[in-house]
């Protein structure tokens, strides 16, 4: 059983607020990715990460950053969020090209 | 660039009949494939893999792929589909530098 979490699980929050959404594996994996997802769609990477201090964006932009000071740790930020970021959003680590993927959070912008 | 193609948004079959999702890849030299699985609310599992090994691979909960080269191919079936199979079923194609594309889901529903 692959050990990464996502917090929170559900949340529904107001049009401009700031929201951070988290990411942990306890694996030692270098390399974190994280997906946007909407219902019934296929994933799409809009960020990973090759270690610390690194961090590039996906194939689908996004307003998101993202963050990497520790292994172990890859938080995702909307500054601003918005309805049109109401999705779910998957977070994944790797090693020899299996990924592990998380819960999700499912984020929904009122 | 690789790519996957899922030739099915949608099967639907009986409980105790074989199940077959199609997958077609394409990549410019020979790929790393997969097939996650998600249930409704729940985060991606990974079925199997073919990391160019054994053609025919076999995962979890009695599912198997075959990886066929000249058809460009990489199917997953199961002889007898079971209720808790219905999910959405999503197969994968890794390029050299590790990174994933995903094809656009195939939602399994299994009648009683």
């Known amino acids: 059983e692959a050990d990464i979490y996502q917090t929170p699980r559900y949340l529904v929050i107001g049009t401009g607020k700031k929201i951070t959404l988290e990411c942990s594996q306890t694996?030692?994996?270098?390399?974190m990715y994280w997906y946007q997802q909407d219902p019934g769609m296929e994933l799409h990477l809009i960020h990973y990460?090759?270690?610390?201090?690194?961090?590039e964006k996906g194939d689908l932009s996004s307003e998101s950053t993202v963050s990497r000071i520790r292994t172990e740790h890859f938080p995702l930020t909307l500054e601003s969020a918005r309805p049109s970021h109401t999705s779910q959003y998957l977070c994944a680590s790797s090693e020899f090209n299996e990924q592990y993927f998380g819960p999700g959070t499912r984020l929904t912008v009122t | 660039a690789q790519s996957v193609t899922q030739l099915d948004s949608h099967v639907s079959v009986s409980e105790g009949t074989p199940v077959l999702l199609r997958c077609n890849y394409s990549?410019?030299?020979?790929?790393?494939l997969f097939w996650y699985v998600q249930h409704p609310n729940k985060g991606l599992q990974l079925l199997l893999k073919y990391t160019s090994a054994a053609t025919l691979v076999k995962g979890i909960n009695g599912f198997e792929a075959e990886f066929k080269k000249s058809e460009t191919s990489f199917h997953l079936t199961k002889p007898s589909a079971h209720m808790s199979d219905a999910a959405e079923y999503f197969c994968?194609?890794?390029?050299?530098?590790?990174?994933?594309?995903f094809g656009a889901g195939t939602r399994l529903t299994v009648k009683p």
């Open positions: 994968v194609v890794s390029g050299l530098a590790g990174d994933m594309r």
């Open positions: 694996m030692g994996h270098d390399k």
């Open positions: 990549s410019s030299y020979s790929p790393s």
């Open positions: 990460s090759y270690g610390v201090n690194s961090t």
